[in-house]
């Protein structure tokens, strides 16, 4: 297969991949947290799960410090002179300053931002909040789902429905002609230069456009009226002229407090002593935080149920055979991936995930009982070996073997089978069944049936997994792990299980001032190493390059962050905007 037909399936693979994330229901996406409001009384979700519908952020490094964050809510984008912004600019209004480098609308308590979807990435926008003061961000949906369209439709006439609605549609006049809208919220992601790193420490939520409006109409209140900008009195008049002031001035003349307060927290189930929890990835690019994690998951391997998976795409969803999609999928085109590096295939990284599961399959029982890490070493030396890296797909195969050859406690004979190809599309098919119903389609893990979104990380996977336990039934190393907020204080827990004192974080040690001989020496060999190491890291340069480059040109056509108010696809249909359409838009 060609270089352009394998980039053209890839491009092709991902596009639908996303479009048929944006096609869960998000009560079936099993979040792991909950967004409410304590006051006012009417914007209370008294439903089942006393939550608002709303998607997580697939970034950011949230929750560190408190796993529920209430707050005053403040809507942080109305129209300037009939201009909407969304929070793309650091231009918010002028905020409370304590000297010391904090901000505040107040001064007082933490602060919610609501902002407007639309004209720049989902992580610019969040950057710019947390910047602001902002302990949480809840973004406003624009573009009308099923149920929006569906509400205004009842409440102000087709009509004036369709124009609402068809206003942020990349074919506003075919929408009005066919009113089609997305059944569910998009995710919102980042393709890793805005806010994928870990600075963003705030987490964000995405609300229905209707539900955002219900916020927007209590804040527009006459009881709160005091506390508003001009620009946001010509917006709540306008609300007003529009009929989409959704509050009466009977439930506003109810409101106990001159304010709006929102309850967003994360939320495990913890119905008893055992926690399960899953680990979601691709054999070609195990996420960053295994090899810090890994002592904490054998550290309570007695008290939990571990299984890693592994990501396969549905080729028949996207009409998949063996010659339209090629060397990226296998059987036929049942079962795909789409590979990290541009020298393997999709069936490469398809046979790693097989032999990984292999690995656990073999082992799981004893690890279970005894916390054996055969997997875990696996993993490790996959990463020291770079064996995601190698030239081609038969030194990556090469590079699996040499590791699983070398395991004394690996049955060969076993792992032979278990590899074999009946076997091996048996595999394949459950572990696509079982990636559909959890609606996973990137790196994730899974605890009590909860998708832990955000940017995941160690501190605060080790949380969540010990908030999944019930009260009183935690091993004792999550008492040090509630107070750890970072990898470095994670780490330090681990002193507490052979001290047998996990009240708090271990102190670090101090750090000696001057230089030894040991360091010069060992100074002196660095440097020298860096000359080494650099000829590697030439040759490696242009390989990565063009793997760069390939990354560029599928984010064109990736639908995973905001781009002028719009997204690429909606659940019932999926369209792509030429590049004129798209205007000069950087999708980073």
Known sequence: MSFTNRLFCATVFLVFQYSLAQNNDPKEHHVSTKVNFRTPAGLKAENEDNTYIHTDALFGVPFQKNRMITGLVYYMTPPKDGVIDAGCADNYPVVFDDGEGEKKMTGVGNQVFLVDRGNCTFALKVRIAQANGAEAVIIANNECLNSDYEFLKNRLGESKAKELCCMFSSMPEQCKNNPRFPRYLPFMASNGNQGSDLSITIPAFMMTLTDSLKIKSYLCCDSVQSTLSADDIKYCQKLKDDDLMLVKQSECDKMDHKAVIADLKLDTPHPDGNVEYQLWMKSDTPPDFLESFEWFSQSIHTDTLFTPKYIVVNGQAYNCDKDSCGDFCLYDGKYCSIPEQPFLAGTDVLHENVRQHCIWEQEKDDFHKKGLPMWWEYQKQFRLKRCSFMDNGESFESCSKKITDSFGGLNQANFRACTEKDNEEK????????????????????????????????????????????????????????????????????????????????????????YSATSVIGLLLGVSCVFGVG??????????????????????????????????????????????????????
């Open 535 to 588: 000829a590697v890291a030439y040759t490696r340069y242009q390989k990565r390059q063009m793997h760069d480059d390939v990354r560029n040109i599928l984010a064109e056509y990736m639908p995973l962050e905001e781009v002028n108010g719009m997204s690429f696809s909606n659940s019932d249909a999926t369209s792509m905007r030429t590049n004129a359409d798209r205007e000069d838009s950087n999708l980073i």
């Open 427 to 514: 595999i394949l098919k459950q572990l696509s069944l079982d990636q559909n119903d959890m609606a996973i389609f990137a790196t994730s893990m899974i605890v009590n049936t909860r998708v832990i979104h955000f940017s995941l990380t160690s501190p605060l996977l080790a949380e969540v997994i010990c908030d999944g336990f019930a009260d009183g039934t935690a091993p004792k190393v999550c008492s040090c792990v509630s107070q750890a907020s970072t990898e470095n204080d994670l780490a330090l827990c681990k002193k507490c299980l052979d001290t047998n004192d996990c009240d708090g974080v271990p102190s670090q040690p101090q750090v000696m001032s001057g």
